[in-house]
C-alpha cells in the first residue's frame, strides 16, 4: 500500500519568514495530495489540495508543489504568521480502485513572535 | 449542517470493557471513515465505507468492528478494549471518491483504556 514519509517532524521560524514542509509516497498511482491543518485540540481541516496534473497551487500565503517524477511535494507558508502555528499533515491517494487517503506522521510548526 | 458530529468527546474504559463510537454526518456523502490519532504516528485508517451497506478494512483494522446501515450513520465497535486502543479517534466523511471534494472531520473522541 502507499506510504507517506513526512519531514521534518518539528519546525521552528521567526514570524515574517517563510516555512516549508515535505512528503514523499511511494505509490506512483496516487494522484491526489491535500495538506490538513490541526490546530492544539481540534479536528484536522483541509488548507490546500493538488492533483496529479497540476505542478503548482497557491492560494494567498500557502502554496503546494509536486514532482511526481520524484513522487515528493511540499507545502510552502511565505510571511508566516502566529495563527499558523499547528500541526500540518501531508497526505495522498489514488481516486480510482482503492479509495484510502493515507497520511504523513504531521510536522509541528512553531511561529517564533 | 451539523457536518460531522461524534459521541462521546471523553471516554474512560477498563481492559475488556467494549463499547460503540458513534459517527453521524448531514451532508449526503457516501465516503466514511475512521482514524486514530497517536503522537508521532500521524492519522492512521481503521476503517472505511463507500457507501451504506460497504465497508472494508484500513491500516489498523484488528480490534474493531464497522457497519454502515444508514448513509448518514458508521459507527465503530470496539470489541474488547486493550490499553493499546487509547487514542484519540477521528471519523470523517467526503463525497466519492476521495480527492474529489474535501474530508470533513469530526471533533474526536479520546479514549483512554485503563
Known amino acids: 500500500g502507499e506510504n507517506v514519509e513526512q519531514h521534518p517532524s518539528t519546525l521552528s521560524v521567526q514570524e515574517g519568514d517563510s516555512a516549508v514542509i515535505k512528503c514523499t509516497y511511494s505509490?506512483?498511482?496516487?494522484?491526489?495530495f491535500p495538506w490538513y491543518k490541526q490546530e492544539l485540540g481540534k479536528r484536522p481541516q483541509l488548507i490546500i489540495d493538488i492533483r496529479s496534473n497540476v505542478g503548482e497551487k497557491k492560494d494567498q500565503r500557502i502554496a503546494v508543489t509536486l514532482n511526481k517524477t520524484a513522487k515528493h511535494f511540499s507545502l510552502h507558508i511565505t510571511e508566516t504568521q502566529p495563527e499558523d502555528s499547528a500541526v500540518y499533515f501531508c497526505?495522498?491517494?489514488?481516486?480510482?480502485?482503492?479509495?484510502?487517503?493515507?497520511f504523513g506522521t504531521g510536522t509541528r510548526l512553531t511561529i517564533i513572535p | 449542517n451539523a457536518g460531522v458530529t461524534q459521541t462521546p468527546k471523553f471516554q474512560v474504559l477498563k481492559t475488556g470493557q467494549s463499547m460503540t463510537l458513534q459517527c453521524a454526518q448531514d451532508?449526503?456523502?457516501?465516503?466514511m471513515s475512521w482514524y486514530r490519532q497517536d503522537p508521532g504516528m500521524g492519522l492512521r485508517l481503521i476503517h472505511y465505507s463507500v457507501g451504506a451497506g460497504i465497508t472494508d478494512q484500513g491500516e489498523v483494522p484488528n480490534g474493531y468492528n464497522v457497519s454502515r446501515s444508514t448513509t448518514e450513520d458508521f459507527p465503530l465497535r470496539l470489541l474488547s478494549a486493550a490499553p493499546s486502543q487509547t487514542s484519540v479517534y477521528f471519523c470523517?466523511?467526503?463525497?466519492?471518491?476521495?480527492?474529489?471534494?474535501?474530508?470533513?472531520f469530526g471533533p474526536g473522541t479520546r479514549l483512554t483504556v485503563t
Open positions: 497526505a495522498a491517494s489514488t481516486n480510482f480502485g482503492n479509495e484510502k487517503l493515507t
Open positions: 451532508m449526503n456523502h457516501e465516503y
Open positions: 470523517a466523511s467526503s463525497r466519492r471518491p476521495v480527492g474529489v471534494g474535501e474530508q470533513y
Open positions: 505509490d506512483s498511482a496516487s494522484n491526489y
